[in-house]
């Protein structure tokens, strides 16, 4: 039983925009500019070369209105491994226009936190033949094979969120439906916003599954900018009533006060939105809450008075596969948390695969 539609989505429009020579020259780019114009910015600057000027002496929020149109570089283009979510991932842009004070791409990307997005659509889109069953998460897997080579493209941004002054995210979806493939493929994405009226009608054809990021509202306090969690459940489910693959990003996780009641009420939530869709494909993947030194530091920065829990002393020191430092939850409180989402989510969505906890 679907709940009641919010009245407007959440759109995100740049106040100020560049674009590169290069990226102007892109018929993507071109279709970009257009719908620019559309949405009515009128600070555009289309530069003489492929150099942006110099934005590092631009504020926070300055930068967060800012937009980039650019043309990618070939290692940018170069589809890379992206366990446990996919096989691969790949750029549709950089950077995201949320102000989640949590945000992991504060620790990812230097410089201001901009967005940049990629004029030369088709050319990083053609690279993606190349790895088409090479992948070593869901290829060759017993549980996920079926899924085929999975490509992860929200990896550095929220292909959602940017959608009306882009027009990427629908072109991929219908590449993806479209494209003669050697095997079977999947486009994955998560996003944080209900904009998903131009997403419905695509010929998608079952190959790509669009994941809401939820939270409950201990959590959603943090997520500035963003659409509102109970518009995200709406979407997902005119989504799954699309015939989209669709999924849950349960994410990030944190024991706040009565998390369970919470947790509980938000699975509960979502499994009235999806009852009674024919053919329902639904995943849930669950990522527990997590910092890196770089990230706090850049956090704090942009968020000086954040409430977020940041204490290293009340979490455990973990090195990932490079040596990099990361804060997680306690052994404790991470077994306690598994345990109790593991059978939630069995008993309130039946219907679901649980891929991944982490």
């Keep these: 039983m ?10 995100w429009t740049p106040s100020t925009v560049f674009v590169t020579a290069s990226a102007s020259a892109e018929p993507h780019g071109r279709a970009i500019l257009e719908r620019l114009a559309a949405a009515g910015v009128e600070d555009v600057t289309v530069l003489a070369g492929d150099r942006l000027p110099n934005l590092r002496d631009r504020s926070y929020g300055e ?42 791409l504060a620790g990812s990307l230097s410089g201001p936190p901009i967005t940049r997005v990629y004029a030369d659509l088709p050319r990083i889109l053609a690279g993606l033949d190349a790895v088409v069953g090479t992948g070593s998460v869901t290829t060759g897997s017993a549980g996920r ?43 994955r994405l998560t996003t944080k916003y209900d904009d998903v009226e131009g997403l419905l009608d695509l010929p998608h054809h079952g190959r ?26 709406h979407a997902l489910g005119r989504l799954a009533r699309a015939g989209y693959p669709v999924g849950l990003t ?22 009235q939105e999806l009852s009674g869709i024919d053919g329902l494909d639904l995943t849930v993947e669950c990522i527990t809450h997590r910092f890196t030194p770089k990230s706090k530091d850049v956090q704090l920065d942009w968020y000086p008075r954040t409430k977020l829990d940041l204490v290293e002393e009340d ?20 077994a306690e948390l598994r345990g109790w989402f593991t059978d939630a989510v069995s008993v ?10 982490t």
């Design 2 to 11: 679907a709940t009641t539609s919010p009245v407007r989505p959440v759109l």
């Design 63 to 104: 930068a967060k209105r800012t937009l980039a149109v650019v043309t990618s570089a070939e290692s940018k283009r170069r589809p890379t491994p992206i366990p446990p979510s996919a096989d691969f991932s790949f750029p549709l842009a950089e950077g995201c226009p949320g102000h989640c004070q949590y945000c992991y």
């Design 145 to 187: 094979d079926h899924e085929g080579t999975t490509f992860e493209a929200s990896c550095y941004t929220d292909p959602v969120a940017l959608e009306h002054v882009t027009g990427s995210l629908a072109a991929t979806i219908t590449h993806f439906g479209t494209h003669a493939w050697t095997g079977p493929v999947q486009l």
């Design 208 to 233: 790509t599954r669009v994941r809401m990021s939820l939270n409950v509202p201990g959590v959603e306090r943090f997520e500035g900018g963003t659409a509102r969690v109970r518009a995200r459940v």
């Design 250 to 271: 349960i994410a990030p996780i944190m024991p706040v006060d009565d998390w369970r009641a919470q947790y509980g009420e938000l699975l509960a939530q979502v499994g």
């Design 315 to 334: 979490r455990t020191r973990k090195h990932g596969k490079f040596g990099a430092v990361k804060y997680v939850y306690p052994r404790e409180t991470m």
């Design 348 to 357: 309130d969505l039946p219907a679901a695969r649980f891929l991944y906890w």
